[in-house]
């Protein structure tokens, strides 16, 4: 399976893609799509759906995890990264993807095995659990990174339990 691990936001939005096979793993890429501030809003928009759109067709990922939204006290900025969520949702749909979400908390329990976990702590287990030479590097990409492993985590459980995949299949 083929993850495309995303860490939302409107100015930057981190990306992650994994293979995971046999439980093992291999990073594709990582980085992030930045949108200009000065850029108005439904322009950084696209920008994030066509950075999205090129990374699909580049990679092929069969699932595109994202991060739920943790509330903050700005509820602007929570307005602007739904949104960038929203655009983000749209093109795994329009492109027929898995689509499944995890909180901050599933994240870092899954990658380091405690939910509270500081992001120096996520960082460096992502670097060993995909045998990267060095730090992934910016944070929003680490995080992204960390989002795939989760997920993969998550899904490896839930077939080797008997589970479904149907839960977030996108439809036509």
């Known amino acids: 399976m083929i993850i495309l691990g995303i860490d939302p936001g409107l100015a930057t939005v981190g990306f992650g893609v994994v293979k995971f096979e046999r439980q093992r793993f291999a990073t594709l890429t990582y980085g992030t799509i930045n949108t200009p501030a000065a850029m108005p809003v439904p322009e950084r928009l696209q920008m994030i759906y066509s950075g999205l759109q090129q990374l699909i067709d580049m990679y092929k990922p069969t699932d595109l995890v994202v991060e739920e939204i943790f509330f903050n ?31 901050p908390l599933q994240v870092k329990q899954s990658v380091v095995g405690y939910g509270r976990a500081e992001k120096i702590q996520v960082m460096t287990m992502v670097k060993n659990i995909l045998n990267l030479k060095k730090m992934p590097r910016p ?34």
């Not at 989760?150 to 149907?166: I, P, Q, V």
Request: charged share 25%.
């Open 139 to 172: 944070d929003d990409a680490a995080d992204a990174l960390a989002i795939a492993i989760c997920h993969a985590h998550s899904k490896a459980n839930k077939l080797r339990l008997g589970g479904s995949e149907e839960r977030a299949i996108a439809k036509p």
């Open 73 to 103: 006290t700005n509820q602007k900025t929570i307005i602007t990264v739904s949104e960038a969520r929203g655009v983000i949702l749209l093109a795994a749909q329009r492109n027929k993807l898995y689509i499944d979400e995890y909180t």
